[in-house]
């Protein structure tokens, strides 16, 4: 078989059944040898669309999301998604075709030199020189991509490789590795530090989609508050009495005091990330901390850990729930149920009110994918995860136009788009007007294949979050955010792409528009038109600590205040 079968053929015997991808001169021998494969190819319209619709895969299903490229723009291409991937902890194959091994190094058309520099954002990637490499290689890739913290592998196959023939036999999927267990001595140390605490918190990361129920288990039998992180919600459910909520720049009021007061912290599958901890010497000042995570790096690397736990998320949990029972904290309940009750006054009609009348028609089964900006962090804030892996967004790298290829991938997975194994579950993709035109091309793949996302567009007219930067800590010098002045019509742009369109601009109209949106059978997309300067709180300015969050709009505050004079 040639170079390209074998590849094909290792992916087929690893259970591939998906490739985002988009042909070229350097991938060619590997697009023609997918004519004859069962794998199905989606054809996105951008390289970088691919990369994340991988990403979105790979988030829903806990498995390996692969894309494809050609050499040159079609592989740097992919460079924006792997370093999302990588700083999500996302598995992700990436497969590039390079030009031919003897003009490597020599500027060739449409070369570059892709492993160089891909090399700091992959876990790992390769060069295959020797077609009789080919399966090996990718059967070693994927392992990588899906051992101890997942991350994206890259795989990049001069042209001549793909031709070539080779007689080595196709590589089979290696026993999955026995999840890493905790020592047993530090378990008990944690498990009576947690056990002395007055004032303790779980915080759970993104790290431990799998562990949900060991969460669930170990949090009832302690009666400990549990804190999710952005990239962690839906690892408890939000409808759970324990649950504070998001922390960090946008957390919530009773999540960030409880961290700034806390006596001991849990943090369980999570990095410290800067938007989590604000200013890390003001963070959980009082707080001795109890670190879990299956990646040591990432022990002592921002926050010191009073005892580092290096273990598979579940499995410390479950030897931790063995060593404690529950904790009496009344008082520390009665601090934790007056932060709780503190909300953000808002707008009677905007963003955030929008968001809410969406998520007010979606079910606990449903995936919601937000793209980067303040629609980001109100649906974060206001949508109630009660499920592991039914919230996708680009945490760690914060990229725009993330949302609308991510939402494709999540459909794709769990087969709404041929009417496989997806009855009952909607994808609901949430975006700016900004970060929506960064990939709106992704909408011709939507119809091609009709994969049903319902994708929303919340258009203020603004790169917003950056306008609100700009109000508070910039006098209002609003420098190259505006957008209103060129802004599509967004249900005529869909209805370009044969995609029907719906538009609102109030709630009467909104709530109206709802039901047809979700009602069409296959995509659609929804603007929603609201106030251009209306901001996301709480927030934590950047330099400030979790203790200095401005836990209201100051304009609001400011009305509060003239208002009592």
């Excluded at 400990?224 to 009495?241: E, H, K």
């Excluded at 996301?536 to 304009?555: I, N, R, S, T, Y």
Aim: net charge negative; aromatic share 6%; glycine share 10%.
């Amino acid at each position: 078989m040639t170079g390209s079968e074998a590849l094909l053929k290792t992916l087929e015997a690893h259970g591939v059944r998906h490739i985002f991808g988009h042909p070229g001169g350097a991938i060619m021998p590997v697009y023609d040898a997918l004519y004859d494969s069962p794998i199905q190819h989606i054809l996105v319209r951008h390289e970088q669309g691919g990369g994340h619709a991988a990403e979105g895969y790979a988030r829903v299903t806990g498995g390996l999301g692969v894309c494809m490229a050609t050499s040159g723009p079609g592989a740097t291409n992919l460079v924006t998604a792997l370093a999302d991937a990588m700083l999500d902890s996302l598995p992700i194959l990436a497969i590039t075709g390079n030009v031919p091994s003897p003009l490597l190094g020599t500027d060739a058309f449409q070369e570059a030199d892709i492993t160089g520099i891909t090399m700091p954002i992959t876990k790992h990637n390769f060069l295959v020189r020797n077609a009789d490499d080919v399966s090996k290689t990718v059967a070693k890739a994927i392992a990588i991509a899906l051992e101890g913290r997942p991350g994206p592998v890259l795989v990049d196959i001069p042209k001549d490789v793909q031709q070539a023939q080779t007689n080595a036999p196709i590589e089979q999927p290696k026993t999955k590795p026995a999840r890493l267990e905790p020592n047993q001595a530090v378990i008990e140390k944690a498990a009576a530090l947690i056990q002395s605490a007055k004032q303790p918190v779980l915080m759970v990361g993104g790290g431990a989609c799998d562990a949900a129920p060991q969460i669930l288990e170990f949090a009832k039998k302690t009666g400990i508050p549990v804190i999710t992180t952005l990239m962690g919600l839906g690892n408890f459910p939000a409808s759970d009495p324990q649950w504070l909520g998001m922390p960090g720049m946008h957390g919530s009021v009773a999540s960030n005091r409880a961290i700034s007061q806390c006596d001991v912290l849990i943090g369980l599958g999570m990095r410290f990330d800067d938007r989590v901890t604000g200013k890390t010497s003001r963070f959980a000042k009082n707080a001795q901390i109890i670190h879990i995570d299956i990646d040591t790096a990432e022990h002592n690397k921002l926050i010191p850990a009073y005892i580092a736990v290096h273990a598979d998320s579940a499995a410390a949990l479950e030897a931790l729930t063995k060593h404690v029972s529950k904790l009496e904290t009344p008082d520390w309940w009665t601090k934790l149920e007056d932060w709780k009750a503190r909300q953000p006054k808002r707008p009677t009609w905007g963003a955030a009110e929008a968001i809410k009348m969406i998520s007010s028609q979606l079910s606990g089964a449903d995936i919601v994918v937000a793209d980067v900006g303040q629609h980001q962090m109100l649906t974060a804030q206001l949508h109630p995860f009660e499920q592991p892996r039914k919230w996708l967004n680009s945490g760690g790298a914060g990229t725009m136009g993330f949302c609308l290829p991510a939402a494709m991938g999540a459909a794709v997975a769990i087969g709404s788009h041929d009417g496989g194994d997806a009855k009952g579950v909607r994808v609901i993709g949430i975006a700016g007007d900004g970060s929506s035109q960064m990939t709106i091309q992704e909408l011709a793949t939507l119809r091609k294949y009709d994969i049903p996302v319902k994708f929303a567009v919340i258009n203020n007219g603004y790169l917003g979050m950056v306008r609100q930067w700009q109000e508070m800590f910039h006098s209002r010098r609003y420098s190259e955010v505006y957008l209103e002045d060129s802004n599509p019509d967004f249900p005529i742009l869909a209805s370009a792409y044969r995609i029907p369109g719906f538009a609102a601009d109030n709630a009467a109209d909104l709530e109206k528009c709802i039901r047809q949106w979700l009602e069409v059978d296959g995509p659609a997309v929804l603007e929603v038109r609201v106030p251009q300067e209306a901001n996301v709180f709480p927030m934590v300015p950047a330099g400030k600590g979790l203790d200095e969050m401005l836990d209201d709009d100051p304009k609001f505050l400011e009305a509060r205040e003239l208002a009592k004079v």
